[in-house]
C-alpha cells in the first residue's frame, strides 16, 4: 500500500508555469511506476504523463508534449509534473497515481486525493 498526497496546483495566467508534487508514503515508493491524470468538469479522466520505477523511461499525452515534464526523486518519495506554456484547456483537478507502466488509469491502485489547477486566459 501506498498513500500519495498531491501539493503545488493552483491559479495561473496563461503561458505561466506550474509544478506539482506528490508526496508518497507507506511501501517502497521507488518500486512503482507513476503517472499523473486530469480530469475537468463533465469529462473523463485522462492521461497526462507516466515514469517508470527508475525514471529510465516517460510517456506524455500528445497535448502536453512538449511543456510538461513527469520527473521523480526516489530517495525523497516524490512525484513531480512541471508544467510550462499553460493553457485554459489544461484547467482541471491534476491526479498522481501508482502501479503499473500505462497510460490507461485502470492500470493504478493507487491514487492521490487531487489538486486544482486554473489557467486563465
Known amino acids: 500500500q501506498v498513500q500519495l498526497v498531491e501539493s503545488g496546483g493552483g491559479l495561473v495566467q496563461a503561458g505561466g508555469s506550474l509544478r506539482l508534487s506528490c508526496a508518497a508514503s507507506?511501501?517502497?515508493?521507488?518500486?512503482?511506476?507513476m503517472g499523473w491524470f486530469r480530469q475537468a468538469p463533465g469529462k473523463e479522466r485522462e492521461f497526462v504523463a507516466a515514469?517508470?520505477?527508475?525514471?529510465?523511461?516517460?510517456y506524455y499525452a500528445d497535448s502536453v508534449k512538449g511543456r510538461f515534464t513527469i520527473s521523480r526523486d526516489n530517495a525523497k518519495n516524490t512525484l513531480y509534473l512541471q508544467m510550462n506554456s499553460l493553457k485554459p484547456e489544461d484547467t482541471a483537478v491534476y491526479y498522481c497515481?501508482?502501479?503499473?507502466?500505462?497510460?490507461?488509469?485502470?492500470?493504478?491502485?493507487?491514487w492521490g486525493q487531487g489538486t486544482q489547477v486554473t489557467v486563465s486566459s
Open positions: 515514469i517508470s520505477a527508475s525514471s529510465g523511461n516517460t
Open positions: 497515481a501508482g502501479d503499473r507502466l500505462t497510460s490507461s488509469r485502470y492500470g493504478y491502485n493507487y
Open positions: 507507506g511501501r517502497s515508493f521507488s518500486s512503482y511506476s
